[in-house]
């Protein structure tokens, strides 16, 4: 029972994100909030010319459109669609990152600012929801690579 929400080049081309706030806000109700957990996709209609190698996480104006949604919504990780891999395509369009023959490579250092900025917004928003949060974050954390102590989340 998986969300999607399509993005067009004009939504991207001009920081729409009406389409997926409607979505969203659905989503997000207070009754509608465990059953949506991790079913959204994005899909994203953005043509490219023909030979241009970019992924979309490389295309500035995609990741323009990303970091607006996520200043709007930056609880939105809970609902991406993890085993659709929508939460690391998520972390590319927001991290800085390369691509190399192993895949992608994510700048150490910003990656560890998004995962735990993350995280501590997520611990939030969950408490306020009464929605269990630590083994959720913790199985988020280690899509990126990471294992969270059980000791971080009692210093907050």
Known sequence: MSTTITVNIDQINTLDISAAVEVIEQISSKNAILSNEQQLIFNIDYPREDGDPRELSEIPEIRLWFVRLDTRYPWLPFFLNWQEKEFTRYAAMLVPHQFTKEGIQYNPEALEIFLMSKIFILTDWLKKQE??????????????????EDGLFSMF
């Open 131 to 148: 929605i269990p949060h630590q083994s959720r974050l913790k199985a988020m954390a280690q899509l990126l690579g990471y294992d969270l």
